[in-house]
């Protein structure tokens, strides 16, 4: 899908998503990946207890990836 995405739009330069894996109710395992047109990462994974809400996660998760880049962080440190 990234790959039909970088030919479909000539200046996309990133692709980046949360990934949510349910260990149980109340465990989860949370990470994120970001592709490039030359490469892709992954950030490690951290599991968390007792989640209640995950309402605005993803806004979180952008915009700490976008203050990241701004800064002038490389990808892969920007993405953890």
Known sequence: AAAAAFD???KLHRIACTCRDHVSV????LSA???????DF???TYELDHIVDRIGAGD??????????VRGR???AALE
């Open 74 to 76: 490389d990808d892969a």
């Open 26 to 29: 109340d465990r989860q395992a």
């Open 42 to 44: 992954t950030a490690r």
């Open 60 to 69: 979180a998760f952008v915009g700490g990836l976008l203050h990241a880049l």
């Open 8 to 10: 479909a739009f000539p």
């Open 33 to 39: 990946r970001m592709f490039t047109r030359e490469a």
